[in-house]
């Protein structure tokens, strides 16, 4: 039995390797076109080679879980196929003693990517944040962290939400000065995009839907004596050359390592000061969905194991052709449940977090339950 199960291991690895090199290379495409774009600008050779490497912990993370059922489906659709599953059968093996070395391997990956998910993924993350500040590559925009207010020297501002240039629930704190740093104007916007001009180190802001709240000279902390008044637009331009600094960028919740995040949960305002109870409640889920979706983007190894196995055996069926297509429909569906759960980050009481291991728990039963149908 000791040599069957190095022969699946093997044959199991070697797709797995291939899988993994051809998957990251895809994913990594995007970075390449980047990185020509780097090298046009004279960035050094050095700091590119890093910028590179600092991006594949991340890539793997998505890698790892793709490559391990396209490796399984490929490997018990061959033994399907050749009729050496029927053969180890009739040899006295039951389906779990040639099974157990791939559902193994699976364990070991989710455990490997879990590792990678909450600590060096994270790390990566920031140190390349922190690298294209040095060479002044990194999106002005990125400055602007979600859920926490950013301090300009005349003014602070608050993002809810990102999405490209494109800013959600802005808030505005206008100043009279770098010193007493007292709030002349607060300014609250449904939405708002940044335009970059680069030359000057200058980002114009332009805010939609804004009211602007101004307070009585006399008693700025009674905000019922605040004139409040509306307009469709709003711009300002804003430099961001002094915080174009290695040393003031701050982690994002993407940014975080494992015993970050459970800080974040525990105590929001220890990452996320100065927020209201409801942002304070908005970061804290935004923080629970990041930790639980590492968990099942993990998880997503052992579980793309258990549903691969029996799809690859129908390989040797009417319906050999619907093993792989279901699969890797399977890829999308689990990936759509983790896309959904974070758009609805904002809804705590729809308990988004809880979404993430529907697919998890599903797969997994499903993969359970057609394994105990192969003949």
């Known amino acids: 039995m000791q ?9 199991y690895l070697v797709n797995f390797g291939m899988a993994l090199a051809v998957t ?11 990185g020509l774009d780097y090298v046009a600008r004279g960035v050094p050779g050095g700091l590119l080679i890093l910028i590179f490497t600092l991006n594949i912990p991340y890539i793997l993370t998505f890698s790892i879980p793709i490559s391990t059922v396209v490796a399984t489906l490929l490997l018990f659709g061959r033994l399907s196929v050749d009729g050496e599953f029927t053969a180890m059968r009739s040899g006295g093996l039951s389906t779990w003693q040639i099974i157990s070395p791939v559902v193994l391997a699976g364990t070991l990956l989710s455990v490997l990517t879990l590792f990678i998910q909450y600590e060096i993924a994270p790390e990566s993350r920031f140190a ?10 990194l999106d002005p925009v990125d400055l602007l962290d979600e859920g926490r207010f950013v ?4 003014m602070d501002i608050y993002v809810t939400e990102k999405n490209g240039h494109l800013l959600k629930e802005v808030e505005v704190i206008e100043l009279d000065d770098a ?12 939405e708002g995009t940044v335009i970059l001009y680069p030359d000057e180190k200058l980002m114009r802001v332009r805010l939609n839907d804004v009211q602007v709240q101004y307070p009585d000279s ?8 605040a004139r409040i008044i509306d307009m469709d637009t709003y711009e300002f331009d804003v430099s961001y050359q002094e915080l174009m600094d290695s040393d003031s960028i701050s982690r994002s919740i993407k940014d975080m390592r494992a015993r970050h995040l459970a800080a974040t949960i525990r105590d929001v305002d220890k990452f996320f000061p100065n927020l209201d109870p409801v942002r304070r409640e908005r970061m804290r889920m935004r923080a629970l969905i990041e930790f639980h979706k590492r968990i099942g983007l993990s998880m997503a190894c052992l579980s793309f194991t258990l549903l691969g196995i029996p799809l690859g055996m129908t390989s040797s069926r009417k319906e050999s052709h619907a093993g792989i297509p279901i699969g890797l429909g399977m890829v999308i569906v689990f990936y759509a449940f983790i896309v959904t759960a974070n758009s609805l980050r904002d809804l705590p009481w ?7 291991w529907v697919p998890i728990i599903g797969t997994q039963l499903a993969g359970l339950f057609m394994i105990r149908r192969i003949p």
Do not use: C, S
């Open 350 to 356: 729809l308990f988004p977090d809880y979404i993430i």
């Open 3 to 11: 040599t069957v199960h190095r022969y699946i291991l093997r044959d």
């Open 151 to 154: 301090q300009f020297p005349k």
């Open 128 to 137: 390349r944040r922190r690298a294209l500040v040095n060479v002044e590559e």
């Open 179 to 190: 010193t007493t740093r007292q709030a002349v104007q607060t300014i609250r916007a449904r």
């Open 24 to 34: 990251t290379l895809v994913l990594y495409l995007g970075a390449i076109m980047r």
């Open 218 to 225: 006399d008693h700025r902390g009674d905000l019922t004596l």
